[in-house]
Structures are given as C-alpha cells and as structure tokens.
C-alpha cells in the first residue's frame, strides 16, 4: 500500500536528497573535531565556517551573528533564558504573545515560575498581535519581547518589524521565533530589525537535531550550555559537523526554491486546495489569508471531532489537528482559543501543510478524500 499524500510539512520536512548528498562525506569520510589544528581538524572547521555562511545569508545576516544549536526550542530558550540572566535578580519582565509555541511559552513561563514577570498579549481573530497590546505592556523593567515570526497552526504572518521598534525605544531585547518562516517567505533581519532569531533546521529540509540562532552584533546573552569555547564562548559543545553541513545546504537550496518562486508555486496549491474543500459547506478558515505563510491552511469542520476525520483520512492523507508537538490526544488548540474560534469550530480543526515537494495531483486527491470522509462523518 503506498504511503499517502504528506501534508504536514509544518510538523516537519522531508531532508532533501541534495542535503543528505552534502552530509554524507562528513559522516563517511571527513571525521575531524573542527576545534583541532591539524589537516582533519582544519577541513572540518571549514566545513562549519562555509554553512555558517549560507545560513547568514539566507537571513541577510553576517556569519559571526549565526550560533550552532541543536534545535529551534534551544535556540529559543538560550535567548528567554539568557535574557532574564541578565536582569536583576527576580526584575526581568518578559513579553510573549498569546499564541506562542511551547518552545518560546514553557521557558518564559519557567522564568515566571523563577520570579520574573510575565505579560502575554493577545491576538485578534486572525491570530495577530496588536502592536498597540504590546506597547500597553512595555515597562522600565522589560528585557524582552518575544513574538513568532509566523504561527505553526493558522499561518499568521505577524508585525515583527514594528513589534522590534518597540522593544528597542523601551530599552528592551526583541526575538522571534522563525522556525516556520525560514525558507518558506524571505526573511530578513535588517528589515525585521529583531535582536535575536531562531532557526529550527528540520522545517527547512534539514534533519531534525540541528539548529541555529541569530544574535545581532552587540548583543550579549550568557551561554546556556557551559564548557569549553564552542560557537565562539556562546554555546559550549563540540559542533555536530554533519549536521550544520546539512542546515547550510538546507539554507543555500531555500535561498535559492525562494528566488525561483516557490512561495508563490506554493500559495497557488494552498488556494487550489481551499477551493476544493469549499463545496462541502459548513467549514471556516482560520488565519488572515492576506498576510499568512503561503504553505499553510487551517480548516475548521462544524460538529466534527478533528481526531475522528483524522483517522478516516488516513489511509490517503497524512494531516495533523495542530502542532504535532502536542496533538497525542486531540482537544482544542491554545492558538484557536486565544482566537476566539468557536469550539463547535476549533474542535474540528485540520491543519492541512504544503511543502517543496506537494502536487496539483496530490493536492485533488486529498481534498476528495478530506471531503469524502466530512460528508460520511
């Protein structure tokens, strides 16, 4: 039985054949400890140097700017984390938004629990962040605001550049989590103006277990993970060679699918697939459409159970009802209640996801299943 048609590639993305090409070698031949000043040593360190090139440029930062991780959630928390560091004991505030991954919430939560203050703002019914509730929310003692860049579960593109501005007039840090953004539409740190970025390497074709943080220059946040001077003295730990030759391949490819119009390729599936799904009648779309990741259409069924469509859409489509961090067992999405989506609305929610290698073909034949199984069900 063929496998069916994958369209959750905000879960996570299949590693492209071109990066698996470029690891290879560095599993299989070139074994040196980049941080070693012999020939093996040498070659591995340039190996680092030339992904930590094309990640930057990817971004349109400057290679010193890029530290190695080993996710999007260490990304995040080396900057939640770092940044309450470096208040006063017990005074940092911090600011998220409603809608945020675990990944950027459970440290900023965790950072509460250690007696820091905690402010979440809230979204509209689009799931965007008010500039207006984040300004409200700026204090003498706010060290940072931390707001995605675009949502995992609806799409929403948010004001990250205005959001920034902000921040740096009240004297604070300003970071937003890119993980879904990166390689998907352009991303560019000048524009955005943002203090720190975070990259998640398995949402761009990359394997799972690499990531990679931008930290402008002049920032200064202290290491999460101590030891010897990795990452020059940001992130202790000896560089995972294959990997991060993976992230910059990942990197180098997006910059190029981006330029050859792939957000536009993918945005015409996304709408195809809407259109499709629209005569089966009583359903609503979440998100704003107008500025929304191009890949990405959340769905909601009236008086549906998103598990129950879920396993009847199996066997053809392979779908999740959210983020798949924490979909186990179905119920309504934090994203959809700050929303104020309905839960007659929320509970039949599929978050259907599009990726560089999805079809008009496959895209038709997923939505006759998705439409077959709501009109049996």
């Not at 200064?220 to 010897?228: D, N, R, V």
């Not at 910059?255 to 015409?268: K, M, N, Q, V, Y």
Request: charged share 20%.
């Amino acid at each position: 039985m063929p496998d069916p048609i994958y369209l959750d590639y905000n879960a996570t993305t299949p590693v492209d054949p071109r990066v698996t090409s470029a690891i290879e070698p560095w599993l299989r031949q070139h074994f040196g400890n980049p941080s070693s000043s012999h020939v093996f040593g040498r070659r591995a360190r340039q190996a680092v140097d030339r992904a930590r090139q094309q990640v930057a440029a990817l971004i349109g930062a400057e290679p010193d700017e890029i530290v190695f991780t080993a996710s999007g959630s260490e990304s995040n928390n080396m900057v939640i984390q770092g940044s309450a560091r470096r208040a006063r004991p017990g005074r940092a505030h911090l600011i998220c938004s409603a809608i945020e991954h675990p990944a950027v919430l459970e440290p900023c939560l965790a950072m509460e629990e250690r007696g820091h203050r905690l402010t979440v703002v809230p979204v509209d019914g689009r799931g965007l962040v008010s500039t207006a509730a984040v300004e409200a929310a700026l204090a003498d003692d706010t060290t940072l605001v931390s707001v995605m860049h675009a949502n995992n579960e609806v799409g929403t593109i948010q004001p990250i550049a205005a959001i920034a501005r902000l921040a740096r007039a009240g004297g604070a840090l300003s970071h937003t989590d890119a993980a879904q953004s990166v390689g998907k539409i352009p991303v560019n740190v000048r524009e955005l103006g943002v203090d720190t970025l975070s990259i998640a390497g398995h949402k761009l074709y990359a394997p799972k277990g690499i990531g990679a943080l931008y930290v402008r220059r002049g920032v200064e946040l202290p290491a999460l993970i101590h030891g010897a001077g990795h990452e020059a003295g940001r992130r202790a730990g000896t560089e995972s060679v294959p990997l991060i030759v993976g992230l910059g391949e990942a990197c180098r490819l997006a910059a190029e699918h981006l330029a050859a119009g792939e957000s536009a390729r993918l945005e015409t599936l996304r709408e195809r697939l809407w259109r499709a799904l629209e005569p089966v009648g009583d359903l609503r779309r979440h998100g704003a459409r107008e500025h929304s990741l191009p890949n990405t259409l959340s769905v909601g069924f009236r008086g549906l159970e998103a598990d129950r469509l879920l396993e009847a859409i199996a066997p053809v489509v392979a779908a999740s009802a959210g983020a798949a961090c924490h979909s186990a067992g179905v119920s309504v999405s934090w994203v959809l209640h700050a929303m104020g989506v309905a839960p007659e609305w929320a509970r039949g929610t599929l978050r259907l996801t599009i990726g560089r290698w999805t079809t008009e073909e496959e895209i038709d034949r997923a939505a006759e299943a998705v439409v077959a199984a709501v009109r049996r069900l």
